[in-house]
């Protein structure tokens, strides 16, 4: 029988936490403020501390944190928003619900992170902003979109969805721009026992709109002074997530230990697949461990095949989509377009075994030499 080396493993990455955050959960069933109560209080300032901003604001989802950012950056109809062709949707979804226009760049070839000369060559007079996601578990280069941005007067967001825990110079991801967005979807690096999100910024009256816009933009009780949503968090959901950050610098730890053994692993393979390159001045917590090469899906195939759990993140370009190919402007994405031919993703979780990934390794070298 083949044993099968799955691509993710929840149940056993939450084994050892289980029992925590259950005890969290019977304290909160005893004082009953499920929503915006004390535990959502307590993440709230926790996460401040270890991203190192000044305000963290919880909400519903990832996809809600790159709305929320956009509605508090007051980002409508007419305005432009640059954000890379090669990404999960939901930053283009998030464009497109506020009625305004995604701008698609190319990525770079080797970071698989936007690309800041294409990012230069599309801000037009309509341009408000560029979200940049930092792709895989890798900061995108903020160091060049910033100064582009303020160079045209843009904001900046970072979809840190993938690499909450990443750094670039030693500062945590999340707090690179001018609003940070995570997930805490449950196979994230920082994932919980639900669907969940946060936003990160420094700045005071821009943490004061999302707090307004996750909560109906009322200003006060009954008060709504702007439009708003329902975007928050629940407190069921927190009680897993204060589990899991405390954990986190292990799990991320154990991350980026399997992700070395990759690195090492395939090194004489490196003439027939590419890896992502990451930055020097970045750490990534591999969200994703990625290789590239041609012939992608007859070697998924092989892996398949064998027992091992592979995925394609992402097989299509947004400027492929049939829901925002006609939304969207866009220039020639060849490097977009040539990862979602070429990017598999190998399995790497925290409670991955070195002889599963040994299995994983000697599978995949052995489907090169088909
Ligand atoms: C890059 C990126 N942005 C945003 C999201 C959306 O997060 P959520 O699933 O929590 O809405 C995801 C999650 O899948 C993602 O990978």
Redesign the pocket.
């Known amino acids: 029988m083949t044993t099968v080396v799955p691509f993710i493993d929840l149940v056993a990455d939450w084994q050892p936490l289980k029992d925590e955050v259950l005890a969290r959960v019977a304290r909160l069933f005893e004082h009953g403020q499920f929503i915006m109560g004390p535990e959502v209080q307590e993440l709230q300032r926790r996460l401040e501390v270890d991203c190192g901003v000044a305000h963290a604001l919880t909400c519903s ?4 944190a ?1 709305q929320l950012a956009l509605m508090a950056l007051d980002i409508g109809p007419g305005d432009e928003v640059i954000v890379p062709a090669f ?2 949707a ?2 283009i979804e998030a464009i497109l619900l506020q009625g305004a226009t995604p701008v698609l760049a190319d990525i770079h070839s080797d970071t698989l992170n936007l690309d800041v000369e294409s990012c230069a060559r599309l801000i037009g007079p309509r341009t408000r902003a560029i979200i940049a ?1 930092s ?1 895989f578990g890798q900061p995108a280069d903020f160091d060049a979109l910033n100064a582009l941005a303020r160079q045209h007067g843009l904001k900046v967001i970072e ?1 840190a ?2 690499s909450y825990g990443a750094t670039l110079h030693g500062r945590r991801s999340g707090s690179l721009a001018d609003i940070g967005c995570t ?3 449950p196979t ?1 690096p920082f994932g919980g026992a639900g ?1 969940g ?1 946060a936003l990160f910024t420094d700045d005071a009256l821009l943490a004061q709109r999302i707090r307004e816009a996750r909560d109906h933009g009322q200003s006060a009780k009954y008060l709504h002074s702007s439009l708003g949503t329902n975007g928050r968090l629940d407190a069921l959901s927190c009680c897993a997530l204060l589990v899991a950050l405390e954990r986190l610098p292990e799990q991320l730890a154990r991350r980026q230990l399997i992700a070395q053994r990759y690195d090492q692993g395939l090194a004489a393979a490196s003439g027939r697949l590419r890896r992502q390159d990451i930055l020097p001045a970045a750490s990534s917590v591999y969200a994703q461990y990625v290789v590239l090469l041609e012939g992608r899906d007859r070697l998924a195939k092989h892996l398949r095949g064998a027992g091992v759990q592979v995925a394609v993140h992402y097989p299509t370009p947004a400027h492929q989509q049939p829901a925002f190919a006609a939304r969207c402007r866009y220039e020639a994405l060849p490097n977009s377009e040539q990862a979602s031919r070429q990017v598999l993703c190998l399995p790497l979780y925290p409670t991955l075994n070195d002889d599963a990934q040994q299995r994983v390794i000697n599978v995949l070298l052995d489907g090169l030499q088909c």
């Open positions: 989802s990832g996809t809600m790159l990404t999960f939901a930053p996601v792709l979809d969805a993938q997930s805490f979807f994230k669907e999100g």
